[in-house]
């Protein structure tokens, strides 16, 4: 039986501890959330590969572990998971990947000592499938919008959304531990453009955060992070998913309304999921790891 199908309650971490104490062949991925599992499992089955990915929710850590910012946050939870694992088992770890998204890490070169920790190659992982090519085609068939004026918007979504990219990595990178303030209010989208008031943005950003003050030093940091963003080519490192497909969906919904499946993020998402190829994907570093956590 594919344990992946028993795993659907919440299980505790003493429980996962001795799970691992009593079984040290047992091999799990814990991710930050279903969609990633999900695809990790649809991964895993095109290439033949029995492995177990577990989306964090499932595992509950006692709240004297996680701090404040790490109980709303799954990317921390997944980390407080690795420390914990590390802690128990110092001599043998278990056969255990704790997953994480790349996120600001690699712009910003911050390293996790954690040993059991996995991060992807790309900013997320949903990133990994992301094609201009594959969007190309879908419009195409499913709308009247032409190669120049796709490309056109596409562009200006990739801007606004390497734009947040590199502001919320000024925020990590000066640890000033603002919430996440969605782009809804302060996106326009028309016939041809998409674009963000993005002097508007950052003040309201700044004010969420109580930093409307630090706003010059925060746009110094800003400034830094764009060049180097912008020195990079391959999208696939330079914006986060949610992001760049928030803009995209909001677009073709706004020109199509229902229809083609590019005017919701989820519909991107599967789009993309079902049109890359997964054998492409497993020579990435990421996969050819994770496929030694077979079971």
């Given at each position: 039986m594919d344990r992946?199908?028993?795993?659907?309650?919440?299980?505790?971490l003493d429980a996962i501890i001795a799970a691992y104490?009593?079984?040290?062949?047992?091999?799990?991925?814990?991710?930050?959330?279903?969609?990633?599992?999900?695809?990790?499992d649809y991964a895993f089955e095109q290439l033949d590969i029995s492995a177990n990915a577990i989306p964090i929710d499932l595992v509950h850590i006692p709240p004297n572990l996680l701090n404040?910012?790490?109980?709303?946050?799954?990317?921390?939870?997944?980390l407080v998971l690795a420390r914990t694992l590390e802690s128990e088992f110092p001599t043998q770890l278990p056969r255990v990947a704790c997953l994480i998204d790349s996120d600001a890490d690699k712009v910003l070169r911050i390293h996790h000592p954690e040993r059991l920790v996995v991060s992807t190659d790309f900013t997320d992982l949903a990133m990994y499938c992301y094609d201009r090519k594959h969007l190309l085609r879908s419009a195409r068939m499913s709308t009247r919008i032409t190669e120049a004026r796709f490309n056109a918007v596409l562009d200006q979504c990739e801007s606004v959304a390497r734009w947040l990219y590199a502001v919320a990595a000024s925020n990590k990178k000066l640890d000033w531990r603002m919430p996440r303030l969605t782009a809804d209010r302060y996106v326009r989208v028309t016939a041809t453009t998409v674009s963000l008031d993005r002097g508007r943005y950052l003040r309201a950003y700044l004010m969420s955060g109580n930093r409307l003050g630090d706003q010059a030093q925060f746009e110094s940091v800003l400034g830094r992070l764009e060049q180097k963003l912008g020195r990079v080519r391959d999208m696939r490192h330079a914006a986060r998913s949610h992001d760049l497909f928030y803009l995209i969906a909001r677009y073709f919904h706004r020109q199509y309304q229902h229809a083609t499946t590019l005017g919701t993020e989820r519909g991107i998402i599967?789009?993309?999921?079902?049109?890359?190829s997964i054998k492409k994907i497993a020579r990435t570093r990421l996969l050819s790891r994770l496929s030694t956590y077979a079971n």
């Open positions: 992946r199908e028993v795993i659907t309650e919440t299980r505790t104490a009593l079984e040290p062949t047992l091999a799990d991925i814990f991710v930050e959330g279903e969609t990633d599992a999900r695809f990790l404040a910012d790490q109980r709303r946050n799954n990317r921390e939870r997944v599967d789009l993309l999921r079902l049109s890359c």
